[in-house]
């Protein structure tokens, strides 16, 4: 039974992306004035070389007004810090604003920053009036921009590419400075493409080349494919359409990113209704903390369906793909999966809802796809589609409810040869809320009573990569784990602290635990296994976790502005959470008892790491018993190293991190296609002999997965298609040496 909890706490880790991704190849990295020519746009600045006319962009958005008034109320009233939103965090904000506007440094120029820096001390001011006057001076600067960097683009990928000079390119947009000029904004477009089309050239040759004979392959068994070469290019990039000869490579490189970045320019030039304000609203707020974050409608969708792990629609996953919308996969047992028309590679050239005429989607941005897509189970909706061979179909999917079940709680369990068996729980998420069908806590009770009644010789719970999310089901897991007692403590700006716990005697299983962490493990996460190891319920295993030790909660911003237009909601820190030993988890995270080789190592990832995140701060202590063991911690942790030190796939991975650091440090890369031929071939050898191949490694257990009794088995798709996803989770299981470790440590435990 829980004391006193808020009706809606969320503690879910955020992110925020910057506008325009540095390469076709990953995602943006987070991150004097020159006067106006005559009779131009006074915001459009200067330098150099005419100016392209700006693309049009929406004009404000009506809700504005009210949408900046009550998210300045709520900050200043109701966050943690309790802080007035004036000049010095005007200040801040601006240049977090300038970052999501052109975080890759790829779109703005010097003078464009200078322009916009007028603004730089009036963020507050625009946000009490409700006129936001630098979030369209921003958008028109940067639909200028993208306009200019779109036909230097085409002009650049029109003619072969140089590779023969000695020069490099600097991908760290972290180390770069904003242009000066549009020739230097140019000549770093140059560069940034030639590496692009050496990349793609590279891809393609890798298709072409002869496959190694499989030694353990038996005669008439079909050749797999190499572990580099995925599914995408398999499917984008046909072997029959790679051109035989080094410049029919190089210009089919060149034509493919071409048509890459006229999709990706046709999006950005289709910004949403109240994409600019959002840009401002949320740099504001992360002037605060980095976790307070508005969500406009139709991100607030999504993020309920991360909450809650199911949605209604057709069971696809989709991504833009050029100018294109393109089916991924399907979800196993979902409606296209049933209905056998749609399938991975197919691109969505129309959608059509009942009664309504089809609407063509060429260039439109994803989400606007989707929301014409998803719909009420059991309606129509039709899709004309381009088939990969190159012909089109239209397909009629009757829309069901999609159950995600890797958000959900799996369990299995695990047993050597002749030893005992061990339960194992794995937790993506603290996943649940009001109209959820199921929550993380009922989850877990219902595997750990399966656990006891396979009479498992001990548990363990996975919360690696649990990024967070509700208070309540962390503090009602935690209780089917300890007997009663407090498990966190949270308290607000006006620094009145609650104890929240399990007031009911009674738990759901008393054997031993191990619970599994690493530097991804954030939030609630944190608040069970730093409950755990405090009450020595547990012993805590992997790597130092995040360190997020404050609390969400959703604010409605349409019921605030009563109801009569559609805002989304406002996510604000209006918590800290400390452990019941009294010391906070903000910024330091739960230290493992004991500690296990980080995959993750080379990643500056955490709390820490993050701009203005809240203080660490401790309180005083919650009354507990702790839990009494028959281990001797000091022991386990010196028998685990003695194995870690002689299990080869472990004791690769402090190499690997090295290696893997120091290539984030080496930032430029030469562009010469020799220099760049040898750079890529000596920084593969060196990471194929440092990794370990967990692919490939031998299983060390078996693992007889828990059936899930809230979802049906998925019946074969057309042609006989079968759901492996179980299998496949099973195996990946068998092989993890983190797991391996963790096993033998409760087999430790558990031996008298």
Not at 268 to 296: E, F, K
Not at 604 to 622: C, I, K, N
Not at 714 to 743: F, H, M, N, Q, Y
């Amino acid at each position: 039974m829980l004391r006193n909890l808020p009706a809606v706490l969320l503690i879910a880790l955020a992110a925020c992306s910057s506008k325009a991704p540095p390469s076709g190849e990953s995602p943006a990295t987070p991150n004097g004035p020159t006067a106006p020519a005559t009779g131009a746009d006074p915001m459009v600045a200067q330098a150099g070389a005419a100016v392209a006319p700006a693309t049009a962009v929406p004009p404000p958005d009506p809700r504005e007004a009210a949408l900046s008034k009550i998210v300045l109320r709520l900050l200043e009233q109701e966050h943690l810090l309790r802080k007035k939103v004036d000049d010095g965090v005007s200040r801040i904000a601006f240049k977090t604003y300038v970052d999501r506007l052109d975080g890759s440094k790829m779109f703005l120029l010097a003078a464009d920053h200078d322009a916009l820096a007028r603004h730089i001390d009036k963020l507050d001011d625009q946000m009490r009036s409700g006129s936001l006057d630098i979030a369209h001076d921003g958008a028109k600067l940067f639909a200028t921009r993208v306009a200019m960097v779109e036909k230097l683009v085409a002009e650049i990928l029109a003619a072969p590419l140089d590779f023969t000079n000695e020069e490099y390119i600097e991908i760290d947009p972290k180390r770069l400075e904003l242009a000066a000029s549009e020739t230097e904004l140019r000549e770093r477009w140059r560069r940034r493409l030639e590496l692009e089309v050496l990349e793609r050239i590279a891809q393609m040759e890798q298709r072409l080349a002869p496959k190694k004979p499989d030694p353990k392959a038996k005669p008439g068994d079909k050749p797999k494919p190499d572990d580099d070469d995925d599914e995408a290019d398999r499917l984008t990039m046909p072997l029959a359409q790679i051109p035989p000869t080094p410049e029919g490579r190089e210009a089919k490189a060149r034509a493919d990113i071409a048509k890459t970045y006229a999709g990706r320019f046709a999006r950005l030039r289709n910004p949403g209704p109240l994409d600019a304000a959002s840009d401002v609203i949320n740099a504001v707020s992360a002037a605060l903390d980095p976790h307070t974050t508005y969500l406009p409608p139709a991100d607030k969708a999504n993020f309920d369906i991360a909450m809650t792990g199911s949605l209604e629609g057709i069971g696809a996953v989709l991504r833009e793909r050029d100018h294109y919308t393109e089916v991924v996969e399907l979800v196993p047992g979902g409606a296209s999966w049933r209905q056998g028309g749609l399938g991975p590679g197919d691109l969505i050239l129309s959608v059509a809802n009942p009664g309504q005429e089809p609407v063509d989607v060429f260039d439109l941005r994803i989400d606007e796809v989707v929301k014409m897509i998803r719909g009420k189970k059991g309606t129509v909706v039709r899709l004309r589609v381009q088939k990969p061979a190159g012909h089109e179909e239209t397909i009629a999917i009757t829309r069901d409810v999609v159950v995600i079940e890797e958000a959900y709680a799996k369990g299995a369990v695990l047993q050597r040869k002749g030893q005992a068996a061990f339960g194992y729980i794995h937790l993506p998420s603290f996943y649940g809320g009001r109209d959820a069908k199921r929550n993380a806590a009922n989850d877990v009770r219902r595997l750990l009573a399966e656990m006891k009644t396979r009479k498992v010789t001990g548990v363990i719970l996975d919360l690696r990569s649990n990024g967070g999310g509700l208070l309540g089901d962390a503090v009602e897991m935690t209780g089917h784990l300890i007997d009663r007692g407090p498990v966190v403590q949270v308290q607000d700006s006006r620094n009145q602290r609650e104890v929240l716990g399990d007031d009911q005697r009674g738990l759901e299983y008393d054997g031993p635990m191990v619970v599994m962490v690493d530097r991804f493990s954030a939030s609630a996460s944190e608040i069970v296994a730093g409950a755990l190891q405090d009450y020595n319920r547990a012993v805590v295993v992997g790597t130092t976790t995040h360190g997020k030790g404050t609390v969400q909660t959703l604010a409605d911003l349409d019921r605030a502005a009563g109801g009569k237009i559609e805002l989304g909601v406002l996510k604000i820190t209006i918590q800290q959470f400390f452990r019941i030993s009294g010391s906070s988890t903000q910024r330091e995270g739960v230290v493992p008892d004991i500690i296990l080789p980080d995959p993750a190592g080379h990643i500056d990832s955490g709390e820490r790491e993050l701009e203005h995140a809240v203080a660490w701060s401790q309180t005083t202590p919650a009354t507990h018993t702790r839990w009494p063991v028959t281990w001797n911690t000091s022991s386990l942790v010196q028998k685990s190293a003695n194995r870690v030190a002689k299990n080869p796939l472990l004791a690769k991975i402090a190499s690997t991190t090295q290696i893997l650091k120091a290539r984030a440090q080496d930032t430029k890369v030469p562009l010469a296609r020799p220099a760049w031929e040898t750079r890529r071939k000596e920084q593969r050898a060196a990471l194929d002999a440092a990794s370990p191949d967990l692919k490939h490694a031998p299983a060390n257990f078996t693992v007889k997965p828990i059936e899930d009794p809230a979802i049906k088995p998925t019946v074969p798709g057309p042609g006989g298609r079968k759901d492996d996803r179980a299998i496949k989770w099973s195996d990946a299981l068998a092989r993890d040496p983190w797991i391996d470790e963790s096993v033998h440590i409760l087999g430790d435990m558990t031996t008298k």
